[in-house]
Each structure stands twice: as C-alpha cells, then as structure tokens.
C-alpha cells in the first residue's frame, strides 16, 4: 500500500521524511514490532522487516555488546540508515552494537571469467547473489 503510508507514519510518530516507499514501508513494519519489551527476538524482527532476509543476533555477554549478522543477504541492506537508527533507539543504553554483512569473496568470484565479470558493476559482483556459488 501506498495510500495509507501517511496514517500509519502519523499513527506510530514517525516523522515526515523523504524517504522512498520501501523504507517507508519497513520503518513502519520496524516500529510496530519494536513496540514491546526490547529482546533479542524484537531485534531480530526489526533487522529482517529492514533486511527482508534472514538475520541472527550474536550476544557477547562478557563485554555487553551484541553483533548483528545479516546472513541471509549479501551486501549491506538499501535503508541501513534508518534500521541503525532504529536499534539506538530501542536496544537497551548499556549494550554497544555492531554488524556483519556478507560480500562475494575470490572463492565465489574465481568460477568465473574475467569478461563474464566483465558484464557487472564492481557493487554489483560484491552484493549479486547471482554471483554467489558460482551460479
């Protein structure tokens, strides 16, 4: 929906921006799943409302900090941005963050060509899950 993107922002307090429908889209997904106690399950949530992919939340009890890994996806998720915000708004105070992303490495990119990756953006054969296992 794109109609109703207004209500639901003015509904839940999340200010006017000029973000494109997508990120609209998954800050609002974001913050009618952060409304409750902040656990690792709602972190998780809102990281895959933003991420649209499978994430595991990593704990480091020692040194109070948790690490958020992006496993289902390659690359850095499109609104990074606002989903960072989001978790220093909800995690508790006292917890340091940080986060994983998966890349295309040589092992996945050497089963092709040079001029077969000749035909992609330097982005693109980091982030193509195209590129991922030699498909």
Not at 62 to 69: A, G, L, P, Q
Not at 80 to 89: C, S, V, Y
Request: hydrophobic fraction near 35%.
């Amino acid at each position: 929906a794109t109609w109703g993107l207004d209500k639901w922002e003015s509904m839940l307090g999340i200010s006017k921006n000029n973000n494109d429908i997508q990120t609209r889209r998954e800050n609002i997904k974001a913050k009618m799943r952060s409304r409750r106690t902040t656990s690792i399950k709602v972190i998780k949530n809102i990281c895959e409302a933003y991420s649209n992919g499978i994430v595991e939340i990593i704990v480091n009890y020692s040194d109070y900090s948790f690490v958020i890994d992006f496993v289902g996806n390659i690359g850095v998720p499109k609104a990074f941005a606002e989903l960072d915000k989001t978790i220093e708004e909800i995690k508790p105070c006292h917890l340091a963050h940080s986060y994983k992303f998966n890349y295309n490495t040589h092992a996945d990119l050497s089963k092709f060509t040079h001029e077969q990756l000749a035909n992609y953006t330097h982005d693109e054969i980091r982030n193509s899950s195209e590129l991922r296992g030699g498909k």
